[in-house]
């Protein structure tokens, strides 16, 4: 498709997503659903082409070939995984039928609970435990004095930050006193910012993208 065909299209595409800053007008209210549509259309099919290629078709050969395996189980384990996980999600196709319904809910249960387990392992594996290992190395007593109040202030950071998440989930009275209380204090203010933050770098991403987005249009409007 040549370049300037590839320009007209996404010159409509962003128009049609910025006419919903016109608001609820007649034919107008429909083009940015349309995009929309058209969005979520193509990141489906391209999801489905990258789990093909990528997961798909290399499992397929490689359940082919007895030389190799994907797992430490052997060849014979991985066809194993490959047809369960073929039946899984025939099964999920039978959602529409009503009677199945059971069958197809304890599909997408066996999912859900493989994924959040994947999910706090990772966590865990990934996050918390780098975190908790990289905040205990503290500098030397005689490095910068800079680098050393940084270290402390990670390390504060992190223990009040978890110690406000235990001690709101133990606390009875909804508060406390004492030490706890301030511990707590400090670690909600810590969290706050750091959303804050994530909140703020979010709104920065976001206005670069409308910027190019508006730079875009007036460049290939001129």
Known sequence: MPENTLALISFVLTLMVFS???GDLPLIRHLYRIAVYIF??????????????????????????????????????????FFTGLLFAALLLLK???RLGWLTNSILAVVVVMGAAVGVVGALRGTLLPLLEA???????????????????????????????????????????????VFRTIGKALIVTA???????????????LTERIAFLFQYGA
């Open 20 to 22: 919903y800053l016109l």
């Open 40 to 81: 979520i259309g193509t990141s489906a099919a391209f999801t489905l082409i990258v789990g093909y290629e990528s997961l798909l078709l290399p499992f397929w050969e490689d359940v082919q070939n007895p030389a190799t395996s994907w797992t430490a189980l052997g060849a014979q384990a991985d066809q194993l995984i």
């Open 96 to 98: 529409p039928v009503a």
């Open 135 to 181: 905040t205990a190395r503290l500098p030397a007593l005689d490095a910068d004095l800079g680098s050393l109040l940084e270290s402390l202030l990670v390390l504060l950071g992190t223990l009040t930050a978890l110690f406000s998440f235990h001690y709101q989930a133990t606390a009875s009275d909804g508060g406390g006193y004492g030490l706890g209380k």
């Open 195 to 209: 959303l804050g933050a994530i909140y703020a770098s979010t709104i920065l991403s976001s206005l670069t993208i």
